[in-house]
């Protein structure tokens, strides 16, 4: 039973234009987001994250949004970079991550020339 | 600031062998978390120690597990190695308990096992 789903395995996006990678979850109890972007060969890296308590979070050209009565959290990359494209991790916790971070199966992100 | 260590980078087993996996936090971090990274299922957690202690455990069998040492280096293990262990193990480390406060995760490059 996926908790996170990140239902678009990859999205092309022209360079200069908005990104907008989605993520819905279904666990209510959820308090804390996070997006991680993963490159081939590396660990993933930490983007942004976004407390329940809030509906955005802007950090430079990443903004995340959350809709909390729809249990739906989109990152807006405004402009799009050829470093950009990467897999971008939708992931989240509860109660001070009991269970650790759950995470979604990732969006392929690849920018266009 | 050195960041987190993760050996051996590849490895090859065959069914049933067991293997052991080994990651060094960044230092000062005494959490230490390990995921299971497969193309079907995504990340998925596996445990977490933090101050040598496992705190939480995910879903899965008992021939995984792990211990933290009193330097907080971490060290997993897969006993009787099936197929679909096949997966990059990735090891992050951070401050506090994985998800407390901010949830931040500082990742390794990961473990890339392949059972045969």
Not at chain 1, 26 to 35: A, E, I, Q, R, V
Not at chain 1, 91 to 99: K, T
Not at chain 2, 85 to 100: F, P, Q, R, T, V
Request: some cysteine; overall charge positive.
């Amino acid at each position: 039973d996926q908790q996170v789903k990140q239902n678009s395995p990859s999205l092309s996006v022209q360079e200069g234009r908005i990104s907008i990678l989605n993520c819905d979850y279904t666990n209510s109890m959820f308090d804390y987001f996070l997006w991680y972007k993963k490159y081939p060969a590396e660990g993933p890296t930490f983007l942004i994250s976004i407390s329940s308590i809030k509906d955005k979070n802007e950090d430079g050209r990443f903004t995340v949004f959350l809709n909390k009565s729809a249990k739906h959290l989109s990152l807006h990359i405004v402009p799009s970079q050829p470093g950009d494209s990467a897999v971008y991790f939708c992931a989240a916790h509860s109660g001070g991550g009991a269970d650790g971070l759950t995470f979604g199966k990732g969006t392929h992100l690849i920018i266009q020339p | 600031k050195a960041g987190v260590t993760q050996t051996p980078r590849y490895l090859i087993k065959t069914r049933g062998q067991q293997v052991t996996l080994s990651c060094s936090p960044i230092s000062g971090h005494r959490s230490v978390s390990w995921y299971q990274q497969t193309p079907g299922q995504g990340l998925q957690f596996l445990f977490e120690y933090f101050s040598e202690t496992q705190r939480n455990k995910g879903n899965f069998p008992g021939r995984f597990s792990g211990r933290q040492f009193s330097n907080s280096r971490s060290e997993m293990n897969v006993s009787t190695l099936e197929l679909g262990d096949s997966a990059l193990y990735l090891c992050a480390s951070s401050l506090e308990l994985a998800g407390a406060l901010t949830g931040e995760l500082f990742f390794g490059e990961g473990s890339r096992l392949t059972v045969l």
